[in-house]
């Protein structure tokens, strides 16, 4: 699998660094993104936040692979990360047939509690500050995950 | 890594690792399937030494909770890492658990 990593100068806004991946339709390409984004994220952050986002990326990444591609092994899964001034944004793009989002429960619902499924995307928004959820103008879902990482500059890299 | 011992009657299941889609949540399954095979119906779930559960983890463990209850048995939770405390709690799943600190006190609390 290969991983693109790209670095550039954004006059007036400072480094922007972004990697992005092809992945899979399989459970294991969930492993892959965590741990993926996670490295990137401790460029700029701590444990704690690298950890959220890690789960966030986790459940998104197996949420467009099992619901999305529904384990199609001729279907990817798209993911970029992007560190700006703001934080980190990750985007995650299947080739599903995409879904409403308000159709979904909510989990915590006395009703739904019990249930064995429908707890992904509940906990992705508890991770992350701001999630957006839309239909690629391709194909399939995309969904935009933002951590706000304000307070620690960017660390030196050697990349 | 799932191994299991016998405790006064009840089973304790000693987990380790990552309960997470795919191997980890399989573990778990195989692991209370056959419990119920063997009409071993008592289950303490010790996740002591747990280092990460996703919502596929939370659901094999809900799971097993109702597949247990339906069949007249029980599951409880032992040692519950922060990281766990903390999923089950956004999820309001730790109240639907019996939750222990101490395994003799859990181990009792099926008498």
Known sequence: MAVRFEHQWNEGKGRIRRISTSLDSRVQSADVAESMVMEFCARVAGELICEQVGLAVRESVANAIVHGNRLDLTKKVQLTAELNDTGLIVCIRDEGDGFDPDSLPDPLLPDQLLNESGRGLFIVKSCMDDVIMRRSESRGMEITLIKRITAAPLKRTRW | ?111
């Open chain 2, 1 to 111: 890594m799932a191994s299991s011992r016998q405790v006064d009657g009840v089973t304790v299941l000693d987990l380790s690792g990552r309960i997470v889609l795919g191997e980890g949540c399989e573990v778990l399954q195989e692991a209370l399937a056959d419990f119920v095979r063997q009409r071993r119906t008592k289950i303490l779930l010790n996740l002591a030494a747990v280092s990460y559960v996703d919502s596929s983890g939370l659901g094999t463990i809900v799971s097993g909770y109702t597949y247990l209850r339906d069949r007249q048995g029980h599951l409880k939770l032992l040692n519950l890492p922060k990281k766990v405390r903390d999923l089950l709690q956004i999820a309001k799943l730790l109240t639907l658990f019996e939750v222990f600190d101490d395994e003799n006190t859990a181990v009792q609390s099926f008498r």
